[in-house]
């Protein structure tokens, strides 16, 4: 996903509600922080073992726990746990993706060097193929799913290679040898610039830029240090790159002018082991720090904005470019409100959705699908218990067979009902 188009989207926005979540990996936590209402909870939800990755969609987070191998589903405004589906034929899944065209995740496996699609309808895995040397980061567009094959075997450090496959068949479309260690990309206009760690002793680390179309690598910036994660906005390249001395360090570049602004020899500074960014409107980025267990927003010079206490090791960040009136009063709901069912469940035509106790004043049920897409919402007056919804009708699009989820849109209205639709 293109996360500095979406960051230009949402900054033309009038308010901006970035909710933050970070991996917290030493104790298997996931902890979140709300730049508009400064609050956040450095333990919100229980993760799996050994969490890596976290992918944010409307109202779903993707999280892979390596050790478990498998992929937690977590409905965003809850952090509820939905599901936790095994990745069979995988070995240390490490990254996960939404694929463009289906209901589908595609998750990289590191210590088996494949990659899985997951069917989250069915909530089992597709198929598992094999990608390469030891792959890592993964993204996809309508037209091709990028895997980086990091080509490292312990103690050997070969080759990067960046793969494209094609999102319906999984046929290889292309590929190209980058440096050592590719360990994260990042999609800035027609170009794939592609983050190489290096080997932490010999090799440092550099940015290939590669040209989407002809998949041929441009420029090679030499970067230096062990950079592990990648974030633009707009021009403005910025790279989280460890600091374990007491300090963490944050390195620029410009995607424009190839200028390489922040080194190892000039870092920004930030909390110690800078893990993962996030580049943000406004020349702003956040970043994780693993040692000092935090969260910091900082502007594009360094300076430090904000800061959030997380829990240990504080690693994959994502975050959730939503949009609120900051002058909204919600409704009230009473706090034990809460779906209780849906019958008929599966069904083919309409389904009601009942609970106990009245709202005293209106509010809203909405419907989402399994990559947090909202499908469906209904008006709900005050003293209601009950509510119809149809999809393609009242309220609701056309979609397709699958499993959905409702729930009321305010208040603390608790965990989401799973709902099935057959046709």
């Known amino acids: 996903m293109n996360k500095s ?4 989207v949402v900054y033309a926005l009038s308010v901006q509600a970035q909710i933050f979540y970070v991996v917290n990996g030493l104790d298997e936590s996931l902890g979140w922080a709300n730049l508009q209402t400064q609050q956040s909870n450095a333990h919100a939800a229980t993760l799996g073992n050994v969490p890596n990755d976290v992918f944010v969609v409307e109202e779903a987070l993707y999280v892979v726990n390596s050790g ?3 992929i937690q589903m977590i409905e965003r405004a809850q952090l509820g746990t939905f ?4 990745v069979s034929g995988a070995v240390n899944p490490w990254a996960v993706v939404e694929l463009s065209r289906c209901c ?3 998750v990289t496996g590191y210590g088996s060097g494949t990659l899985s699609i997951i069917d989250i309808n069915s909530q089992t895995v597709d198929t598992t193929f094999v990608t390469g040397v030891a792959p890592q980061a993964v993204a996809a567009t309508w037209e091709a799913i990028y895997v980086l094959n990091t080509g490292v075997s312990f103690p050997e450090f ?3 290679l960046l793969k494209l496959y094609d999102p319906t068949t999984y046929a290889l479309l292309d590929s190209v040898v980058v440096g050592v260690n590719p360990q994260a990309m990042e999609f800035i206009g027609d170009e794939i610039h592609v983050l190489c760690t290096g080997n932490y002793d010999d090799e440092s680390g550099a940015a290939y830029i590669v040209t989407a179309d002809s998949l041929e690598v441009d420029t090679i910036l ?6 592990g994660a990648i974030s633009a906005n707009g021009h403005d ?3 989280a790159a460890g600091g374990w001395a007491g300090e963490g360090n944050v390195y620029r570049y410009d995607a424009l002018t190839r200028q390489i602004i922040n080194s190892p020899d000039n870092p920004l500074i930030c909390g110690e082991g800078a893990t993962d960014i996030i580049a943000m409107p406004g020349g702003q980025f956040a970043v994780t720090c693993f040692s000092a267990a935090s969260l910091e927003i900082r502007e594009a010079n360094g300076v430090l904005v904000n800061r959030f206490d997380m829990s240990a090791g504080a690693g994959a960040l994502g975050v959730w470019w939503g949009t609120s009136d900051a002058d909204e009063v919600l409704p009230e709901i009473t706090q034990d409100m809460n779906i209780l069912s849906a019958y008929p469940n599966p069904f083919n035509g309409d389904v009601m959705l009942e609970w106990t106790g009245q709202l005293r004043t209106p509010n809203a049920i909405k419907i989402f699908d399994v990559l947090g897409r909202t499908v469906g919402e209904l008006s709900v007056g005050e003293g209601v218990t009950r509510v119809g919804w149809a999809p393609g009708a ?3 699009q056309e979609v397709a067979a699958g499993v959905y989820f409702a729930r009321f849109v305010n208040g603390p209205a608790g965990r989401p009902i799973r709902i099935i639709y057959v046709k």
């Open 5 to 8: 188009l979406l960051a230009v």
């Open 68 to 70: 478990f191998n498998s």
């Open 83 to 86: 599901f936790d589906v095994e």
């Open 104 to 106: 589908k995740l595609a």
């Open 158 to 160: 070969g080759d990067g």
């Open 222 to 227: 030499e970067i230096g240090g062990s950079p």
């Open 237 to 239: 390249v910025f790279l």
């Open 394 to 396: 009242r309220g609701g």
